[in-house]
């Protein structure tokens, strides 16, 4: 099992571009999270999809964020377009169905915004 | 809304010692509460967790106490090792809605000298 697997694993980009942050689930797990790190703000939820459909976005910072996951095995975020303010490490887990399964996070894309 | 609050920050222990980091929580629906390990360059990963029916749940050297009155559970490390110095986060899990995300604590930084 190669875990989540995520990409890129650093990003820099300059403020106003699109990026577009890639996440492959552990085959089998039915959900998906997005979750933001930063000193300031610690481990904070974006988005979670549950069978690819979103269940909660209320973590989503503005408009500017946008997250999908047209099938099982691939999700993306994108922010467009980014600021400095965006810079952070990005993290998606997976998790199968069930209270107590575990969330397996991927190694995390490191965003730098300039 | 700070839903799980951590303390401390940061953590000096020498090798051999108990290493106690604490959690409060405020949502009295959270019915799950898992602690995380993570590793610079790494996402978090899953080192043991509770359900608030038990007091207490010992894997090894990891033992996890709950105080479901006192909306507080905490991670005991003993005969602590350099190989644990990490970044620890205590979660919780559930509530009203069946929310399957995870609500993160701020995190400590836990460094073991040899």
């Known amino acids: 099992d190669a875990g989540v697997i995520q990409s890129p694993r650093h990003e820099v980009t300059e403020m106003g571009q699109e990026v577009t942050l890639r996440c492959k689930p552990i085959s089998g797990h039915n959900s998906l999270f997005w979750y933001r790190q930063t000193m300031m703000r610690g481990l904070e939820l974006l988005i979670y999809?549950?069978?690819?459909?979103?269940?909660?976005d209320s973590g989503m910072p503005e408009d500017r964020f946008s997250a999908k996951m047209p099938n099982a095995s691939f999700s993306t975020l994108k922010i467009q377009p980014s600021e400095p303010r965006d810079s952070a490490v990005y993290f998606c887990a997976s998790s199968q169905q069930g209270l107590i399964s575990p969330l397996h996070f991927g190694n995390g894309t490191r965003l730098t915004v300039t | 809304q700070q839903q799980v609050k951590q303390s401390p920050q940061s953590l000096i222990v020498q090798k051999g010692g108990i290493s106690i980091i604490n959690c409060a929580y405020e949502n009295t629906a959270f019915d799950y509460f898992p602690w995380y390990q993570q590793f610079p360059g790494k996402g978090p990963a899953l080192l043991i967790a509770i359900r608030p029916d038990v007091s207490e749940k010992k894997e090894g050297r990891f033992t996890i106490s709950f105080n479901k009155s006192a909306k507080q559970f905490s991670l005991h490390i003993m005969d602590s090792q350099p190989g644990d110095s990490a970044t620890y986060f205590c979660a919780a899990r559930g509530g009203d809605t069946g929310r399957r995300a995870l609500t993160f604590g701020s995190g400590t930084r836990l460094q073991v000298q040899p």
């Open positions: 999809f549950n069978n690819n459909v979103p269940i909660d």
